[in-house]
């Protein structure tokens, strides 16, 4: 008896792992199918240019790299520009010459690293831009620093500001080579005055990366902060799983497999596709940052870490707001780091219809006493108000201070969301305009109505927002931070110098 059963038990778990397996294989089939039913790739996804920066190339300096760059572009004209198709000549094509999203419309392209000289620097900065972006990104914050007495280096890195075919096969070590140079360079323009790196998303983990190795390797340049706004310092497991849906492509020959999103090139300054591989990147990225704090760590070498202001909303799509927490403020000593928070909207009923409201992690942030850092929440004054307060927790200290802001929530926001943060309510492409220009491009009210499921620019997308109502409270704080400010605002910390 005992061995019929055995015999039962056995054929059925081989008939239903043979059965999950086809199962899986059915799932992998349909998934494969759907990702190849994408609409085609054109060629600024498969445009191979090889004047791209990488750690390979014989660049030694700044100057080579701004060299290469200058190569590169050219390269762009003739692979991407010069060879798309007639049907893609369109007013909303980026690439091609003379439509609304041709970025040589501007002034300057913000697409190329760019340089903000003065003769005699107060300090010296580094800006570095997110993945999948350019320059651009940190445009207003360069130009205000600039002014206020700065020597900036907008870098683009590399795979980014040409084609996103660039994003197919780039590493984050080129990335932290790119860095490296640019930060040789201030040092040389700057001579001793101090320097700092603003990084936005994933330059905000390049930032931190690089302070990392300046604490290990003291031969390299050391900065004297980092303003981190919207830092990739954690993303989801998924994005480790992701990079197996690009080798299943190249396995089977299908170059979209390689491709997260493919969608219509119509921002000059931004790509609309994502490949895969630099959400990997993004992935190995904060890997090495975790390895490097905990090694640190045994040596209490984060002593030596920068001073950090952090700017994070509470919601946010495209990074983790715990990781930022746990993974980076969480890991450093003492030492007057910040951390400011941007709370969703609390008098917009939005609370109602959240899906998770992340109003108990940050309680729980506020009233913890070990806290090493300083918590800022900027929050409505009550529920019945648009006016905003910095509620505000200090190291070591048990009460939670209140200090009116002069800033308000605009009609119609419930929250901040990753890629707003950094951009000015004016800015000309991202912000809020305040009339109609048909000659321009103006993607910040990007909200185009219809039937869903028509448009190839996800609905998502469109209604994403794109410009920051508390831009000036970032811009003003990082002032201050760097010692370049004028008059700062009331924000209850008076940690900073004001000149």
Do not use: C
């Not at 001073?307 to 969480?330: I, K």
């Amino acid at each position: 008896m005992k061995a019929f059963v055995f015999v039962t038990l056995k054929r059925t778990a081989r008939f239903v792992a043979s059965g999950a397996v086809g199962a899986l294989i059915v799932l992998i089939v349909v998934f494969v199918l759907h990702l190849e039913s994408r609409p085609d790739l054109e060629v600024w996804h498969e445009a191979w240019l090889d004047e791209e920066f990488t750690t390979d190339k014989p660049v030694k300096t700044f100057a080579d790299y701004q060299a290469l760059e200058s190569r590169l572009f050219t390269q762009l004209d003739t692979e991407v520009f010069e060879r798309i198709k007639p049907k893609d000549q369109r007013q909303i094509n980026r690439y091609h010459r003379g439509s609304l999203s041709d970025p040589g419309r501007w002034p300057r392209n913000w697409n190329h690293t760019f340089e903000l000289t003065t003769e005699t620097p107060r300090a010296g900065v580094l800006l570095l831009h997110g993945m999948s972006d350019s320059p651009y990104s940190l445009r207003n914050m360069g130009e205000r620093l600039h002014d206020s007495g700065a020597w900036v280096v907008g870098l683009r890195l590399p795979g980014h500001g040409t084609a996103p075919s660039g994003l197919v096969d780039m590493r984050y070590e080129d990335m932290v080579a790119a860095v490296r140079l640019a930060i040789e360079h201030l040092r040389d323009q700057v001579k001793g005055q101090p320097i700092y790196i603003v990084g936005y998303s994933n330059g905000g983990a390049l930032a931190v990366h690089y302070a990392l190795s300046a604490v290990d390797d003291t031969t390299l340049p050391q900065v004297d902060g980092l303003v981190l706004i919207s830092p990739s310092i954690g993303v989801t497991k998924m994005a480790a799983l992701a990079i197996w849906q690009a080798r299943l492509g190249h396995f089977l020959g299908l170059d979209k497999l390689a491709w997260s999103d493919i969608l219509p090139e119509y921002d000059p300054f931004k790509y609309g596709s994502f490949a895969v591989n630099a959400g990997d990147q993004v992935y190995r990225l904060t890997n090495e940052i975790h390895s490097r704090f905990a090694a640190l760590d045994e040596d209490e070498g984060l002593k030596k870490f920068p001073l950090v202001l952090g700017f994070q909303s509470v919601v946010d799509a495209t990074v983790s707001t715990r990781a930022v927490v746990e993974n980076l403020f969480a890991q450093l000593p003492e030492a007057g780091h910040e951390l400011v928070l941007f709370d969703i909207n609390r008098v917009s009923e939005v609370e109602n219809v959240l899906t998770s409201d992340p109003k108990e992690a940050i309680n729980t942030l506020l009233n913890n006493p070990d806290l090493g850092f300083v918590v800022s929440l900027v929050t409505n004054r009550n529920k019945s108000s648009t006016d905003v307060i910095l509620r505000q927790k200090m190291p070591g200290r048990p009460e939670i201070t209140d200090t009116p802001l002069s800033m308000q929530w605009p009609r119609g926001l419930f929250s901040l969301s990753h890629v707003a943060l950094p951009i000015s309510m004016d800015d000309e492409l991202y912000g809020k305009p305040n009339g109609v220009d048909n000659s321009a491009l103006h993607l910040g009210n990007l909200d185009l109505r219809g039937e869903r499921g028509v448009l190839q620019i996800p609905a998502a997308v469109m209604l994403r927002l794109r410009w920051n109502p508390f831009y000036p409270y970032i811009e003003q704080r990082t002032l201050n931070f760097m010692h370049l400010g004028g008059i700062a605002p009331d924000t209850g910390d008076r940690s900073e110098r004001v000149d």
